[in-house]
C-alpha cells in the first residue's frame, strides 16, 4: 500500500558489550538486530491524548503511533529513528511491540514516546 508508505524507520536493538575495563557497555545498533528487519517504511501519527492515557505517558514527551503494512517484529527493548518532516530526527523508545490491529488486519502498529536517554 503506496499511501502508508511515508516514513522510514531505523530500529536499533539494544545490545551488551564488554569495555577494556571489565564494564558492560549497553548501546542501540542495527546490527543487534541480527536478521530481523532494520529499516522498514511505514507512517508516524501523533498519539491522541486518549491513547497517551492509555500507555500511561505523562508530562512533555511526545507520544507516537507507528502504522506498517508488514510486521516489523518491534521489541519492547527496541529504539526506533526516522526523521518526521525534513527536520532533526526523532529517536523513540517502544512502549508497546508491533502487533497486528486484528487477526486479518493489514497494518502492524507500535507504540513509542521520546527517548530523551543517551545510547
Known amino acids: 500500500m503506496t499511501l502508508m508508505k511515508v ?3 531505523t530500529i536499533k536493538r539494544l545490545g551488551t558489550t ?3 575495563s571489565g564494564g558492560q557497555i549497553r548501546s542501540h545498533t ?6 530481523l528487519p532494520r529499516e522498514v517504511k511505514g507512517r ?3 498519539m491522541k491524548e486518549s491513547e497517551r492515557v492509555e500507555h500511561g505517558i505523562r508530562g512533555d514527551k511526545t507520544a507516537w503511533k507507528l ?5 516489523p517484529k518491534i521489541e519492547l527493548n527496541d529504539q526506533v529513528v526516522f526523521n518526521y518532516n525534513g ?3 526523532h529517536t523513540l523508545k517502544v512502549l508497546s511491540p508491533s502487533k497486528a490491529r486484528s487477526h486479518d488486519s493489514r497494518f502492524y502498529r507500535t507504540f513509542c514516546e521520546e527517548d530523551t536517554s543517551e545510547s
Not at 30 to 35: D, H, K, L, Q, S
Request: hydrophobic content about 40%.
Open 67 to 71: 502504522l506498517t503494512t508488514k510486521d
Open 44 to 46: 508516524a501519527i501523533i
Open 30 to 35: 542495527v546490527a543487534n538486530r541480527g536478521a
Open 18 to 20: 564488554q569495555g577494556a
Open 87 to 89: 527536520t532533526q530526527p
Open 7 to 9: 516514513h522510514t524507520f
